[in-house]
Every structure is written in structure tokens, then in C-alpha cells.
């Protein structure tokens, strides 16, 4: 490298640590707006946020970082690190100037107030006080991804903002595959008596729930000392740089699955977060590799581990101990059939991993007709509620449970959805190829461990970062792009057990 190129790379690491510093400052301050910040500060914190927004933005577009990251592209080799740095910086630097202020501004304001219209809508079960409001959105949505650019259609650009590399085409077929398989097992399922979440319903001291959830993330390897959890009504997960990575729970005193899963959930995410290399903190590789490739590591942990025989095996003398009058009762297989029972519900966060992906497979078709102008606003409620008909087999009572329960829309976030169903595929891909490295990941989770499965993920997943694009990443760590095959085989084999299901709906077509 030229003594001019290692002077281009410090200045361009330098402003990258200023923008690093502010996006770490603004999670920090959204972190304590959703735990502890007192209900009165509400304004204050609006124009403090405001303000470090615009800081960040400012500098992560200024002119001066733009040059330096153009005259090193050139030379940058991406199998390095310096080169991954300089295509993914650059890739930000282009994304965040493309799109004209006024537009940001624009939808800035109309998210601002859709919000709360939203909000009101959805308390009302009213559409029409929404409709309006997204008919404004929709068109400003339309117009980023013309901003942005797109050859095929107009949610490729969105899309490619949370999944670098994956358009709608690619999406539209892997939901082709997992429509086919997934609709007669729901049907079958469906059909068969309720009643296998009976265990999860009763009185569960808050405390106790909240001395399990700790002593499993422990086990799973979540580092307390570079961590935290507290409350939030939406549970989430906010890294704060590396020595910083908090989770967030919600309890409910007569349900042990919400705070149980949630916090599984977001050690999944904290751990890939902790576990990117130190060698990348306040620069553009830091975090994970996409959204769809974030969610797969938080499903896994919840799903793939929390949901799973082994994994009750060993903890469930300890949840028992715990809570003996509620569970005393209630033998490991029927706990393990109540975590896993599966059933149609109109609402997506309580979908079951059954059904989940069919809920998001109907939002996709639906933002993609929005978009291209095939579907219009005003139509959206009789089509959703047609579609859940469809493929789910059930009516929501009001558009509150149907086409109002989601926040997404009202605050712009189109594309966003798949990131759900790219999330549950490469969880079940990533951990079958852990599986097939490493075969005695099994009969740890039976004790209780899980070194082997952890050092597969932070060296296969975690490490890289943003290093590598989410296909170049999976392809690496499973020798395949993403693919709906492994996660359709995780179902059939859990459900068709579970559910006794027959073998012409849960055989590989
Ligand atoms: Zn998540």
C-alpha cells in the first residue's frame, strides 16, 4: 500500500469512529427512552435525538469521507479487512447521499404523524382514520426507491437496504416453496383438538422467570459483564459498542412463554454482537452481516436451542424447582408439546413457528402490489383479510387484530418484513451445518452446554461482522446461498412428529 493510500485510510477511519460514536450515542439515548427515562422528558429527549440525528448524518455523508473512501476503492482488496472496510463504507456513504433532503424531510413528517393516527386507528379498529395516511406514505415510499435506483421493481432498493444482495424475484420463490409446503400443514394441524399451552398459563413469580431467563443466557454464553437486561414494553436489543451489548424483557405474571422466549430471543442477537471482532469496533464493519442474518441468531437461540427436547431435558428440573405448584403437575413432554404447540392466530407476534412465515408472506405480497400500483390503498383491508383466509384458515374479528396490527407501514418501513423469514431459514441452515461440524452439540444441550455450538457460530458467523454479504456468508459457513430445504426440513420433522401429522403433507415433495 502507498504512503498515500495509508494516509487516505486513517483519515477515513477517523471520521468513520466520530459517525460510529453518534449512532452509539443515539442507541444509548433510545435505550434509556424505552427503560427508564421519566414519562415528562418525552420532548426533551425528541430534540436531543433531533439533534445527535443530524450530527450523525452530517458526518456520515460529509464530502470530505466521500473522496477518501472514492480514490481507495480502487485498491481495495475485499478478502482483507481494510477492503471490506472501504466496500461496505462506501456502499453507506452512497445509500445515505442519494436521496434528496427534501424527500427525508417529507417522510420524516408524514411517518411523524401516521404514527399516531396509526396508533388511534388501531385503538379504534377504525381503517379509514389510517388510509389516508399511508396512501401519502406509499407514494413517498415509491419515490426513495426511485432515488435509490432499482432495475426489476421498486421493492428491490428497500429491501437491499436491511439484506444487501436479495431482491423481491429471489424472495417470491422461496415463498413459492414454503407456501406449497407449509398450507396443508397448517390445514392439518389446525384441525386437531387445542389446548397443549394449558402448562404456560397460571402464576409464575416475576422474579423467579427472571432468575431462569438469566441463569439460561449465562449458560448460552451471553457475557453479563459486557451486558445488561431490563424492562421494555417491546422487548429489544441495543449495542452500545462492543463492551456494551444490552437486552431488554417484558414479564406477564400468567404467561411463563413471553418473558421465557423474548429473552432467549435477544441473547441471540447480543451474543452475534459480542461477538464480532474487537479488531472492528467504531468502524463500518461492526454489527451484523443483515437484518434476515441477525434474526437467524436470535431465532436459533430461541427456536432451534429454547424450543427443542434437549434443551428441556436439562433445564426443566430447574424451571420445576422454580414454580412447584404450577408445574409439579406437569411432565417434561407435556411442557416440551406446550412450548412447541402450534395453531392459526390473526397476529404475527404470537404466530408459532409454523405459521409464522405465512403471515410474513402475506405483508410481502401485499407491500409489493402497494408499490408497483397493482394493489390500492383503499382495497388493503378486504385483500388482507381474504389472504389470511387463504392461508391461515381464519377472519380477524376487526382490522386492529388484521391489517392495522402492525407498526411497520405507518413509519415507512417497507422491505422490512422478509427479514423475519430470511431470519427463520438461516437459522435452521446455519444450525444444521453446526450440526454436521460439530455432531456432539446435541448431547451438550443435554447437559446443559453449549461451547461446541457457540464456537461454531462466533467462528462461521459472528467474527465477520460486516465483512461479507449475507450470501457470501452463508456460503462460506454452510456451502450454500440461503435456501428454504433445511428449514423445511426442521418443521416436518418437529411438526410431523408433535402433530402426527401423515406423510403425504409432512414428506419432502
Ligand atoms: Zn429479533
Request: aromatic share 8%; with cysteine; glycine share 8%.
Amino acid at each position: 500500500m502507498s504512503a498515500g493510500a495509508a494516509d487516505r485510510l486513517g483519515g477515513m477511519r477517523s471520521l468513520l469512529a466520530t459517525v460510529s460514536d453518534l449512532h452509539d450515542t443515539l442507541a444509548l439515548l433510545q435505550w434509556d427512552q424505552q427503560t427508564c427515562m421519566p414519562g415528562a422528558a418525552a420532548g426533551g429527549r425528541a430534540e436531543q435525538l433531533a439533534t445527535v440525528s443530524r450530527l450523525a448524518h452530517e458526518r456520515s455523508t460529509d464530502p470530505e469521507l466521500g473522496r477518501l473512501l472514492e480514490a481507495l476503492e480502487p485498491e481495495a482488496d475485499p478478502e482483507t479487512d481494510d477492503g471490506a472496510l472501504v466496500r461496505v463504507a462506501l456502499r453507506d456513504f452512497r445509500r445515505a447521499t442519494r436521496l434528496p433532503s427534501e424527500l427525508v424531510e417529507d417522510l420524516a413528517r408524514a411517518t411523524a404523524l401516521a404514527d399516531s393516527a396509526w396508533a388511534a386507528a388501531r385503538q379504534a379498529s377504525d381503517w379509514g382514520r389510517f388510509a389516508p395516511h399511508l396512501e401519502r406514505i406509499v407514494a413517498l415510499v415509491r419515490e426513495t426507491a426511485e432515488a435509490y435506483g432499482f432495475e426489476e421493481h421498486p421493492l428491490d432498493p428497500l429491501i437491499d437496504i436491511h439484506e444487501p444482495g436479495m431482491t423481491r424475484a429471489r424472495l417470491a420463490a422461496v415463498f413459492a416453496e414454503l407456501r406449497e409446503a407449509l398450507l396443508p400443514m397448517v390445514r392439518t394441524v389446525a384441525e386437531q383438538p387445542d389446548g397443549r399451552e394449558a402448562p404456560l398459563h397460571g402464576d409464575f413469580d416475576e422474579a423467579a422467570q427472571e432468575a431462569f431467563g438469566r441463569e439460561v443466557v449465562a449458560r448460552f454464553g451471553y457475557d453479563w459483564r459486557r451486558g445488561r437486561q431490563d424492562r421494555a414494553v417491546h422487548p429489544f436489543c441495543t449495542g452500545i459498542g462492543p463492551d456494551d451489548v444490552r437486552i431488554t424483557t417484558r414479564f406477564d405474571r400468567t404467561f411463563l412463554q413471553t418473558a421465557l422466549f423474548s429473552t432467549l430471543h435477544e441473547a441471540g442477537h447480543a451474543m452475534y454482537e459480542q461477538g464480532v471482532s474487537r479488531a472492528y469496533a467504531r468502524g463500518a464493519l461492526a454489527g451484523g452481516a443483515s437484518t434476515g442474518v441477525h434474526e437467524s441468531q436470535s431465532r436459533l437461540w430461541e427456536n432451534q436451542v429454547g424450543r427443542s427436547r434437549a434443551f428441556w431435558r436439562a433445564f426443566y428440573p430447574r424451571l420445576r424447582e422454580l414454580f412447584p405448584a404450577a408445574l409439579q403437575t406437569v411432565e417434561l413432554e407435556a411442557f416440551y408439546r406446550a412450548v412447541n404447540r402450534a395453531a392459526p392466530t390473526p397476529i404475527r407476534v404470537e404466530a408459532d413457528e409454523l405459521t409464522y412465515n405465512l403471515h410474513v408472506l402475506l405483508r410481502f405480497e401485499l407491500e409489493a402490489g402497494l408499490l408497483e400500483g397493482s394493489l390500492a390503498v383503499a382495497d388493503l383491508p378486504e385483500v388482507w383479510n381474504a389472504r389470511m383466509a387463504e392461508y391461515l384458515g381464519i377472519t380477524p374479528a376487526g382490522d386492529a387484530e388484521g391489517v392495522l396490527q402492525d407498526v411497520h407501514w405507518s413509519s415507512g418501513a417497507f422491505g422490512y418484513f422478509p427479514t423475519y423469514t430470511i431470519g427463520n431459514l438461516l437459522s435452521a441452515q446455519l444450525f444444521e451445518a453446526a450440526l454436521a461440524a460439530r455432531p456432539e452439540i446435541p448431547e451438550e444441550m443435554e447437559r446443559g452446554a453449549f461451547d461446541a455450538l457457540r464456537a461454531w457460530l462466533a467462528e462461521h458467523v459472528w467474527r465477520h461482522g460486516r465483512k461479507y454479504d449475507p450470501d457470501d456468508l452463508v456460503t462460506r459457513a454452510t456451502g450454500r446461498p440461503m435456501e428454504p430445504g433445511p428449514y423445511l426440513r426442521y418443521l416436518r420433522e418437529k411438526f410431523g412428529e408433535l402433530y402426527e401429522l401423515p406423510v403425504e403433507v409432512a414428506a419432502e415433495a
